[in-house]
């Protein structure tokens, strides 16, 4: 099954190649400082694409960025919300 960021970048039409580029692109308009080279960044790429690796930051951001949605669009919890949405479930310790 294709993950939603692999089915994202063909839908778009580009190779990784033009997503790594992109994301360079992105992370020097937002002064984010130095990410990894564009070699790299094609085999991280493929590597998230596959789920072998979930997008840690900057790269989630600038991947939210370039695409232009959301982290739930590719199935990543918002890092600002809580790994515990309610409190409403019985506490076991404590």
């Given at each position: 099954?294709?993950?939603?960021l692999?089915?994202?970048r063909?839908?778009?039409g580009?190779g990784?190649?033009?997503?790594a580029c992109?994301?360079?692109t992105a992370?020097?308009?937002n002064?984010?400082?130095?990410?990894?080279?564009?070699?790299s960044l094609?085999?991280?790429?493929?590597?998230y694409?596959?789920?072998d690796?979930?997008?840690?930051e900057?790269?989630?951001?600038?991947?939210c960025e370039?695409?232009?949605?959301?982290?739930?669009?590719?199935?990543w919890?918002?890092p600002?919300?809580?790994?515990?949405?309610?409190?409403s479930?019985?506490l076991?310790w404590?």
């Amino acid at each position: 099954m294709m993950s939603p960021l692999h089915a994202e970048r063909l839908r778009r039409g580009w190779g990784r190649g033009k997503l790594a580029c992109l994301l360079q692109t992105a992370a020097q308009a937002n002064d984010v400082g130095p990410i990894a080279t564009r070699p790299s960044l094609v085999r991280m790429i493929q590597r998230y694409e596959r789920n072998d690796l979930i997008p840690a930051e900057p790269y989630r951001s600038l991947l939210c960025e370039v695409y232009g949605k959301p982290p739930a669009a590719f199935g990543w919890l918002d890092p600002t919300a809580s790994a515990f949405p309610s409190a409403s479930w019985p506490l076991l310790w404590g």
